[in-house]
Protein backbone atom coordinates (compact mmCIF):
# COMPACT_ATOMS: atom_id res chain seq x y z
CA UNK A 1 0.00 0.00 0.00
CA UNK A 2 0.68 3.46 -0.35
CA UNK A 3 0.21 7.17 1.56
CA UNK A 4 -2.03 9.15 0.07
CA UNK A 5 -1.99 13.16 0.42
CA UNK A 6 -3.68 12.97 3.78
CA UNK A 7 -1.45 10.52 5.19
CA UNK A 8 -4.02 7.90 4.67
CA UNK A 9 -3.30 4.13 3.32
CA UNK A 10 -4.62 4.05 -0.61
CA UNK A 11 -7.27 1.71 -1.51
CA UNK A 12 -5.59 -1.78 -2.43
CA UNK A 13 -6.66 -3.00 -5.75
CA UNK A 14 -8.15 -6.19 -3.90
CA UNK A 15 -10.87 -5.52 -1.81
CA UNK A 16 -10.23 -6.63 1.84
CA UNK A 17 -12.91 -9.15 3.25
CA UNK A 18 -12.67 -12.47 4.49
CA UNK A 19 -12.86 -14.33 1.30
CA UNK A 20 -9.72 -12.46 0.82
CA UNK A 21 -8.12 -13.33 3.75
CA UNK A 22 -8.19 -16.52 3.22
CA UNK A 23 -6.58 -16.58 -0.02
CA UNK A 24 -3.84 -14.97 1.08
CA UNK A 25 -3.46 -18.07 3.69
CA UNK A 26 -3.59 -20.87 1.02
CA UNK A 27 -0.62 -22.39 -0.38
CA UNK A 28 -1.87 -22.34 -4.32
CA UNK A 29 1.37 -23.73 -5.44
CA UNK A 30 1.04 -26.88 -2.99
CA UNK A 31 -2.73 -27.01 -3.95
CA UNK A 32 -1.81 -27.72 -7.91
CA UNK A 33 0.34 -30.00 -6.95
CA UNK A 34 -1.87 -32.26 -5.55
CA UNK A 35 -4.68 -31.78 -8.00
CA UNK A 36 -6.19 -28.24 -8.02
CA UNK A 37 -6.60 -26.56 -12.04
CA UNK A 38 -7.73 -23.21 -11.66
CA UNK A 39 -8.54 -23.29 -15.17
CA UNK A 40 -11.03 -25.90 -15.03
CA UNK A 41 -12.22 -25.20 -11.27
CA UNK A 42 -11.16 -28.63 -10.00
CA UNK A 43 -9.70 -30.25 -7.55
CA UNK A 44 -8.81 -33.91 -8.49
CA UNK A 45 -6.45 -35.60 -6.25
CA UNK A 46 -4.67 -38.67 -7.10
CA UNK A 47 -5.92 -41.91 -5.71
CA UNK A 48 -3.32 -42.85 -3.71
CA UNK A 49 -2.98 -39.49 -1.93
CA UNK A 50 -2.40 -39.87 2.13
CA UNK A 51 -4.93 -37.30 2.88
CA UNK A 52 -7.13 -36.57 -0.44
CA UNK A 53 -6.95 -39.97 -1.88
CA UNK A 54 -10.17 -42.33 -2.42
CA UNK A 55 -10.16 -45.98 -3.61
CA UNK A 56 -11.90 -46.76 -6.72
CA UNK A 57 -14.45 -50.19 -7.35
CA UNK A 58 -12.49 -53.02 -7.49
CA UNK A 59 -14.72 -54.38 -10.18
CA UNK A 60 -12.87 -54.33 -13.54
CA UNK A 61 -15.72 -52.40 -15.69
CA UNK A 62 -16.73 -49.62 -12.38
CA UNK A 63 -14.78 -46.05 -12.22
CA UNK A 64 -17.08 -45.08 -9.02
CA UNK A 65 -15.57 -44.48 -5.39
CA UNK A 66 -15.50 -47.68 -3.23
CA UNK A 67 -17.79 -47.55 -0.16
CA UNK A 68 -17.23 -50.27 1.61
CA UNK A 69 -14.56 -51.98 3.49
CA UNK A 70 -14.39 -55.21 0.15
CA UNK A 71 -13.58 -52.01 -1.99
CA UNK A 72 -16.23 -51.78 -3.96
CA UNK A 73 -18.81 -49.56 -5.12
CA UNK A 74 -22.42 -49.43 -3.97
CA UNK A 75 -24.09 -50.74 -6.77
CA UNK A 76 -21.15 -53.41 -6.89
CA UNK A 77 -21.43 -54.05 -3.40
CA UNK A 78 -25.29 -55.13 -3.87
CA UNK A 79 -24.50 -56.89 -7.01
CA UNK A 80 -21.52 -59.28 -4.55
CA UNK A 81 -24.27 -59.63 -2.07
CA UNK A 82 -26.55 -61.29 -4.96
CA UNK A 83 -23.72 -63.44 -5.97
CA UNK A 84 -23.73 -67.31 -5.56
CA UNK A 85 -22.74 -68.37 -1.97
CA UNK A 86 -19.02 -69.44 -2.18
CA UNK A 87 -18.56 -67.28 -5.22
CA UNK A 88 -14.59 -66.36 -5.60
CA UNK A 89 -14.31 -62.37 -5.02
CA UNK A 90 -11.89 -62.00 -7.88
CA UNK A 91 -13.52 -63.15 -10.52
CA UNK A 92 -16.87 -61.53 -9.62
CA UNK A 93 -14.59 -58.67 -9.53
CA UNK A 94 -13.58 -59.55 -13.26
CA UNK A 95 -17.06 -60.58 -14.93
CA UNK A 96 -19.28 -57.05 -13.23
CA UNK A 97 -21.72 -56.04 -15.99
CA UNK A 98 -20.59 -52.50 -17.12
CA UNK A 99 -23.04 -49.73 -15.84
CA UNK A 100 -25.92 -49.44 -18.00
CA UNK A 101 -25.92 -45.39 -18.02
CA UNK A 102 -22.15 -45.48 -18.34
CA UNK A 103 -21.82 -42.57 -20.83
CA UNK A 104 -20.93 -39.81 -16.97
CA UNK A 105 -16.36 -40.51 -18.05
CA UNK A 106 -16.10 -40.79 -14.23
CA UNK A 107 -17.03 -40.79 -10.93
CA UNK A 108 -18.36 -37.85 -8.95
CA UNK A 109 -15.74 -35.71 -7.53
CA UNK A 110 -16.82 -35.11 -3.89
CA UNK A 111 -15.40 -31.84 -3.52
CA UNK A 112 -16.27 -30.01 -6.41
CA UNK A 113 -19.30 -32.52 -7.28
CA UNK A 114 -18.13 -32.69 -10.91
CA UNK A 115 -17.16 -35.46 -13.26
CA UNK A 116 -13.93 -36.51 -12.91
CA UNK A 117 -12.36 -37.87 -16.25
CA UNK A 118 -11.78 -41.86 -16.44
CA UNK A 119 -8.67 -42.83 -14.54
CA UNK A 120 -8.09 -46.24 -15.45
CA UNK A 121 -7.44 -47.15 -19.52
CA UNK A 122 -10.41 -48.70 -20.49
Known amino acids: M ?16 PTTELRRLIDWAVLARLGLDPDME ?5 AADPIFGFTECH ?7 AR ?14 KAER ?5 RFCETVP ?3 RH ?6 CRVCRT ?5 RGR
Open 2 to 17: SLGDAGRAAPSIEPSG
Open 42 to 46: RFAPD
Open 59 to 65: AALCDQL
Open 68 to 81: TSLGLCWRCDQLWR
Open 86 to 90: GADFE
Open 98 to 100: ERV
Open 103 to 108: CRGGAL
Open 115 to 119: RLPAT
